[in-house]
Structures are given as structure tokens and as C-alpha cells.
């Protein structure tokens, strides 16, 4: 298992390099390879799910010199979080690929280089170990998907790719800001320059400092989640955005900012994250998202936009599950970024598959498809119960941790996260009643079922939604010690405080408690 993190990285970037190579008028080849090379991206990703020891910290590491007169190193590694985030990763880059097979008709080239080359910064934000490579590929992002919506989006495309772009450049640079305020500090305490993430957390740094880095990240990661009132960019982008495009905003890009939350803002900054003022105004905005969210999905003519809204409200139950600082919401709100990737993609492709066959996203342009697209309907129905959390199907476990942590905390908390729900509820069934049934609008009478492609496509996403749902035990586990390593990071002894079990230790055969194996 030898740099296979590096290989994992690597494969669709070298997908991308032969993709160049390919003459762009032989436009099936082009096709052909960019699915071959994201499926064995995807591939490649298997070992780590075989391999992953839920016991121990991060694994596969990989430590190569980068720059080291600024104490900068090529550095990767995963725990139980990231391994979660970088199968999906894999997956929905290959899904997204797949499903664009009939969809892009010019600058094909162009379109599955930019995908690829996505795919090799999302990942590489999720394996980074070293701040300032976690830097370089956070910024690597922003470049294809900004391409992708501008010249493969809607009408509006030029409008919303550079809304997206300055939303995002701005909150990077404030993030960058942070991140140099801590590397300095840890220079002044240690005397070494380093952008390594395990040795800044030795940093001990003052709360006036920990306050103004905590808040130079919030900019950075809320605009990407995105938090409530930072969220504007999102409901552009994502309407304009070819489906693809869509499906990889919500699915993973999202997921980057929440990311960021509990792999560096509480871990390195624990005094600031469990101040009652920043978790006070952390919760406030977390219940509005999820509230306003709701209400403006309620409010939507555009099918795509509605979808697009749910994102800042079901993002909303992420962070406010963070926040609770506890095992419960927080392994609550991971298991619900999984979720909301696979719910979320599905409910995007399920309207680009509309799009592609009527050409219009207006909800009143569609009623009756059950009685023309039957197989469709069940998958926009699951897809539906899957997104309000419905049992037995992925949503409602994460919806469901992420309350009991919420309720630990506030009784206020939980009521929020309960009419969120049903907010939810009423807008997915709305939506749904208003497109599948009914009196079949004549001009949907001659539309076609899914075809075997867009059933593949919606296969492995069907199940994850029942895998998670009834058995989600895997999943807890792998996310344990990750858990643990935060809340004990934010709030040290959490676990012997409230008599629970800690992941972190363990007990030998005469009954004596050590610190787990590394």
C-alpha cells in the first residue's frame, strides 16, 4: 500500500494528460477515455476502504520534501472523515462524467479536462496534511469549476461563474490570512517554519489570536458551505451550471467548507470554537439557513433553484451539528454531508435528465410523468424520501444523530432542526406532486424513460441511500476516532465527564486503559 494515496491523487490528473493528447475531433474517444480514466479513479479508491484500520489515526501517510525553506513538504494522509469524503469524491467525479455522455456538444475536450482536473483538487484537499498544500488544492478547484460554469452553464453562466469566483477568491484570501497568523505564531513559540498540521497544533495560542484566526476561517469555509447570509453565489451557480456541474458543487465542493470547520478551525483553535459567543452566532446562523432555506424552496417556480436552496438548508443541520461540540451531532453532521452528497447528486441529475428531454426548468411545464417515466419516478421519489430523511433511507440517520446531539445542547436547537424537517418535507413532496402526478402535461406525452446509462448512473447512489439507511454501524465506526479526537481536542475529558466509552484508549486483558495505537 506503498503511496497509494499519491496514485489515488494522481490517476485522474494522468487521465488528464493523455486527455490532451487526444485529437479533439475524435470526439468518441475523448468521451470513452475521460469515463475510463474516471472509473479507475474511482478504482483505485477501493484499497483504502479494504485497507482502513478504524482504530488508529491517519493512515497511508506519504511525506516527501516540497519547499523546504519555508517548511512546506508534500504531505498526505487520511482518518475515518477523509476516507469517507475521498470515496465519494471518486465516485460522484465518476458519476458526473458518466452522466455528461449526451449532454456536452461542443468543446468536449475542454469539458472532460476541466472534470479531471477538478477531480485531482478535491481530492487533494481532502488528503492534505500540509496547510499550504491543503492551500494549492483548495485554490486548484476553483479554476475548473469556475470554466465549467461559464462556458457549458445556462444563459447566465458568465454571471454566475464570476460570482462564484469572487465569493470564493475573497474568502481564500481571508483564509490565507489565518492560516500565515498561525504560522508565524508557531515560528515565534518554536523557533521552526512549518506548515505541517500536526506540529501547528502544538501552537499554543492566546484566545484574543485564536478569535481573529478562527474568524479569518469561518470566511473561508461558511462561503463555501455555504452559511447563511455568505450563500448568495450558490443559488446562481448551481442553476447555471451544467448538470455535472451541479451534481459535484453540491455533492463534494460543498463539503470542503465543513471540511474545514472540524479538521482545522476546532481542532486548532479549541478555545475560540467552544466560546459561547462564536457558538452562539455559529448556531444562529446555522438555524437560519435551515429555516430560510426551507422557506424560500416553498417559494420556487424553477425546479433546479429549489434544489439548490435545499442545499443551504440541509447544509445548515451540518453546521449546526459541528457546533454542538459533542460526539453525537458531530458524527451526525459527517454522516450527513455523505448523505446530502448522494441525496443532493441525485436530485440534480433527476432534473438534468428533465432538462435534457424538455429543455425548460420550470416546475409548471411538468405534471403526469409517472405515466411516461415510471422508473424515473420511483428514483425522484427515493431520491425525495432520501433528502427529507425519511427511515429507512440514509437521510434520517444522519438528521436523527445530529438531533440527539443538537437536544444535549438546546431544546431550542432540536425545534429548529424539527421544523427544518418538515419544512423539508412539505417542499420535496410539493415538488414532487406537482411534476409526477397529476394529468400528464401534453407536451411531456412523448418523453422517454431512463435509458440503461442514466440507470447505471443512479445505481451505486440507490445503494449507498438504503446501505447508510438500514445499516449505517460501518459508517459510525469508521467515524468514531475521528470524533473523538475533536471533541477531546475542543472539550479534553468529554468522555470520562459523561461516563461514555472513548475511542481513543483502550483496555488490555487485565483491564488497564492505554492510549490506543497510532
Known amino acids: 500500500m506503498d503511496h497509494i494515496l499519491s496514485i489515488v491523487l494522481l490517476t485522474p490528473l494522468v487521465g488528464f494528460a493523455i486527455l490532451l493528447a487526444i485529437p479533439s ?9 475521460a469515463n ?7 478504482l483505485v479508491c477501493l484499497p483504502l476502504v479494504f485497507h482502513f484500520d478504524p482504530g488508529r489515526d491517519f ?3 506519504e511525506k516527501a520534501a516540497w519547499i523546504p525553506s519555508i517548511g512546506a513538504s508534500y504531505h498526505l494522509g487520511i482518518d475515518g472523515y477523509s476516507l469517507l469524503l475521498v470515496v465519494l469524491t471518486a465516485l460522484l467525479g465518476f458519476l458526473s462524467i458518466l452522466s455528461s455522455w449526451k449532454v456536452i456538444e461542443h468543446r468536449l475536450k475542454e469539458y472532460y479536462a476541466y472534470f479531471l482536473l477538478l ?5 487533494g484537499v481532502f488528503m492534505a496534511l500540509d496547510f499550504l498544500l491543503f492551500f494549492v488544492f483548495w485554490e486548484l478547484v476553483l479554476v475548473p469549476m469556475y470554466f465549467i460554469i461559464a462556458i457549458w452553464g445556462s444563459a447566465r453562466r458568465v454571471y454566475a461563474a464570476f460570482k462564484f469566483i469572487i465569493y470564493t477568491l475573497i474568502g481564500s484570501v481571508l483564509m490565507l490570512l489565518g492560516i500565515l497568523g498561525l504560522y508565524f505564531e508557531h515560528y515565534r513559540q518554536f523557533g521552526v517554519y512549518t506548515f505541517d ?4 497544533m502544538r501552537t499554543q495560542l492566546p484566545p484574543e ?7 479569518a476561517f469561518f470566511v473561508g469555509f461558511a462561503v463555501k458551505v455555504p452559511m447563511f447570509p455568505l450563500h448568495t453565489w450558490l443559488p446562481d451557480a448551481h442553476t447555471e451550471a451544467p448538470t455535472a456541474g451541479s451534481v459535484v458543487l453540491a455533492s463534494i465542493l460543498l463539503k470542503m467548507g465543513t471540511y474545514g470547520f472540524l479538521r482545522f478551525s476546532l481542532p486548532l483553535l479549541p478555545d475560540a470554537a467552544k466560546n459561547p459567543q462564536i457558538i452562539q452566532v455559529m448556531a444562529f446562523l446555522s438555524i437560519v439557513a435551515i429555516v430560510y432555506g426551507a422557506l424560500v424552496c416553498l417559494m420556487q417556480k424553477d425546479w433546479k433553484k429549489l434544489i439548490a436552496y435545499s442545499s443551504v438548508s440541509h447544509m445548515g443541520f451540518c453546521t449546526l451539528g459541528i457546533f454542538t461540540l459533542n460526539p453525537l451531532g458531530i458524527a451526525g453532521s459527517i454522516l ?10 441525485m436530485l440534480f441529475l433527476i432534473v438534468g435528465i428533465a432538462y435534457e428531454r424538455r429543455h425548460t426548468r420550470e416546475i409548471a411545464e411538468y405534471s403526469g410523468l409517472l405515466r411516461v417515466m415510471p422508473v424515473y419516478t420511483i428514483v425522484f421519489l427515493i431520491a425525495a424520501l432520501s433528502s427529507m430523511g425519511m427511515p429507512p433511507l440514509n437521510g434520517f440517520i444522519g438528521e436523527i444523530t445530529i438531533l440527539q446531539g443538537a437536544y444535549q445542547v438546546s431544546l431550542w436547537w432540536a425545534l429548529a432542526i424539527v421544523s ?11 415538488l414532487f406532486q406537482r411534476t409526477m402526478l397529476g394529468e400528464l402535461h401534453e407536451k411531456n406525452a412523448g418523453l422517454g424513460d431512463l435509458t440503461p446509462r442514466e440507470i447505471a448512473v443512479f445505481a451505486p447512489l440507490l445503494v449507498a441511500v438504503f446501505w447508510i439507511g438500514l445499516y449505517p454501524k460501518p459508517f459510525f465506526r469508521i467515524l468514531e476516532r475521528p470524533v473523538a479526537q475533536i471533541v477531546e481536542r475542543v472539550q479534553p475529558g468529554y468522555y470520562a465527564r459523561h461516563n461514555l466509552p472513548n475511542p481513543l484508549v483502550r483496555a488490555d486483558a487485565g483491564g488497564t486503559v492505554t492510549p490506543a495505537v497510532r
Open 336 to 345: 450527513q454531508q455523505i448523505n446530502h452528497g448522494i441525496s443532493t447528486g
Open 420 to 430: 427544518g424537517i418538515a419544512l423539508g418535507a412539505a417542499y420535496l413532496i410539493w
Open 119 to 123: 477531480q485531482v483538487g478535491m481530492l
Open 25 to 33: 475531433s475524435k470526439e468518441r474517444a475523448i468521451k470513452i477515455w
Open 36 to 42: 475510463v480514466a474516471s472509473l479507475a479513479g474511482f
Open 197 to 200: 498540521i500536526a506540529a501547528l
Open 59 to 61: 493512515q497511508f501517510v
Open 209 to 215: 489570536t485564536q478569535w481573529w484566526i478562527f474568524w
